[in-house]
């Protein structure tokens, strides 16, 4: 995947974006400098990037507007909260509520989620969230999917050994059954619908994409998952 935030990235570095990319969120994206953080930054700085390091770093990958980031960091004070995204408006809008709010345990990456996991230290996650990730519905397409084998196996390094989680969500039975058939090919923990993971408020967390599901009374499937004990 080219890398996202690329323009952001050079900006940060003072070059100016070029014309034909002129979009007014790239620039917006200058006031949150230390909110929201670029794909390099991530990979020099790490969990540096949050004031007090000692809490336990959750992160919700394909976090949209920042929705469940502002609640997971409001309700969960004593947690690290970072969400990623690849788009800059959705990133932007994200940095904007934490900044307005004043929060110092949310921070937002505009990145790859893959990428942006595989630079965490080995057992350093304390939980990770993946709600209503883009479906791929066709089978030609789910090479394309956020959650597959090398992504779960990364997962099981970087979660925190015994306590760390992978909360995940989605319409689309197809994704699910594929994802809870890896889980358990390589024996991962699976919980019941509706727990939230302990260790948060247990509040239900609710998605922006997850309401309109709803609202249109279609299924959703969720489930906790642990990862193997090594
Ligand atoms: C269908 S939306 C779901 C948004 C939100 N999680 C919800 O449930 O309301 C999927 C989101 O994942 C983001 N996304 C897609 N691929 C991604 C990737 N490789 N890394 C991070 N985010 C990604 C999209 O930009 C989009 O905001």
Redesign the pocket.
């Known amino acids: ?1 080219k890398q ?1 935030g690329m323009l952001v990235e050079r900006m940060k570095n003072g070059q100016a974006a070029p014309d034909k990319h002129f979009n007014p969120y790239l620039y917006e994206a200058m006031d949150y400098q230390g909110i929201l953080l670029t794909a390099s930054e991530w990979a020099e700085r790490n969990r540096d990037v949050f004031k007090d390091t000692t809490k336990p770093l959750l992160i ?5 507007m920042g ?2 980031v502002l609640e997971f960091a409001q309700n969960n004070p004593d947690w690290n909260v970072l969400g ?4 800059y408006k ?1 990133t932007v809008k994200a940095a904007r509520k934490i900044k307005n709010l004043g929060l110092d345990n949310a921070k937002i990456l505009i ?4 990428l942006a996991i595989s630079q965490l230290p080995a057992g350093s996650l304390s939980g990770l969230c993946v ?4 479906p791929w519905p066709k089978k030609k397409q789910r090479k394309n999917r ?1 959650v597959q084998e090398p992504f779960l196996r990364l997962l099981a390094d970087k979660l925190e050994p015994q306590k760390g989680f992978f909360w995940f ?1 989605t319409d689309s039975l197809d994704y699910f059954e594929c994802v809870q058939d890896l889980g358990r090919t390589l024996h991962w923990g699976e919980s019941a619908p509706d727990v939230v993971p302990s260790g948060l408020e247990p509040l239900p967390y609710t ?4 309401a309109l599901f709803i609202g249109k009374n279609l299924p959703i499937y969720r489930r906790v998952f642990t990862p193997p004990r090594s």
């Open positions: 995947m996202a919700e990958a394909g976090c949209y929705k469940n990623i995204d690849i788009t959705r990145s790859d989620a893959h709600f209503f990730p883009d956020l969500k998605t922006v994409f997850e």
